[in-house]
Each structure stands twice: as structure tokens, then as C-alpha cells.
């Protein structure tokens, strides 16, 4: 069984950056998909960052040219986060996916809280 396990949440004042990093207990990210959600209390997750096997990436349009996904292909994903807003706060969650023969293999990390707020 895969474990995530994130880290690098807290409070940061606006304009302020974070680095939330997603480490794996075995080596998945080279064959996984990947992308970290948030989720705010009575919210639904929302997926804000998406990296294919192959390295496309993508993102919500509340974060683009903001936040910045990347991974060793091995074991962490990170999110770089620039330019905090109060409307960043949230927990925020990694997440690895893949199909295999036909079923869908997914894991989710415990989130980690970001306030951010001067």
C-alpha cells in the first residue's frame, strides 16, 4: 500500500510563497499521474495543480502563473506557491493516480492546512 504524506503547510501573510511538498512511501511518480487539490471547510476538493506521467501540466485558473507543480519522477511532488491570497487558504491534498489493466489505482495524502492572512 502507498502512502503520501504531505508537508510544508502553515500561515503566511499575503504576497507571501509556500513550498508544500508530497513525499511517497515507495517510487510511483514516474508511472503515476499526479496533482494536489484543496479543500476549504463545507467545500468540495478542488483540484488546483495536474502533472501527467510525461510532465504536461496544468491548472485552475485561480492559480495559473501563481503556483507551479513539479516532481523527481520518484517520490515527491511539490507545489511551489507564489503570490498567496486570503482565497488560498485551505487544506490542501496530494494526490497519484494510474490506470492499471482497466482499474484505477489512487492514493490520497492527510492534507496539510494553509492559512493565509496577515
Known amino acids: 500500500q502507498v502512502q503520501l504524506v504531505e508537508s510544508g503547510g502553515g500561515l503566511v501573510q499575503p504576497g507571501g510563497s509556500l513550498r508544500l511538498s508530497c513525499t511517497a512511501s515507495?517510487?510511483?511518480?514516474?508511472?503515476?499521474?499526479v496533482a494536489w487539490y484543496r479543500q476549504v471547510p463545507g467545500g468540495q476538493r478542488v483540484m488546483v495543480a495536474h502533472?501527467?506521467?510525461?510532465?504536461?501540466t496544468k491548472y485552475s485558473e485561480s492559480v495559473k502563473g501563481r503556483f507551479v507543480i513539479s516532481t523527481n519522477r520518484k517520490n515527491m511532488v511539490v507545489l511551489q506557491m507564489n503570490d498567496l491570497k486570503p482565497e488560498d487558504t485551505a487544506a490542501y491534498y496530494c494526490?497519484?493516480?494510474?490506470?492499471?489493466?482497466?482499474?484505477?489505482?489512487?492514493?490520497w495524502g492527510q492534507g496539510t492546512h494553509v492559512t493565509v492572512s496577515s
Open positions: 515507495h517510487t510511483i511518480f514516474g508511472s503515476y499521474a
Open positions: 494526490y497519484a493516480n494510474r490506470v492499471v489493466f482497466g482499474r484505477p489505482k489512487e492514493y
Open positions: 502533472s501527467t506521467v510525461s510532465g504536461t
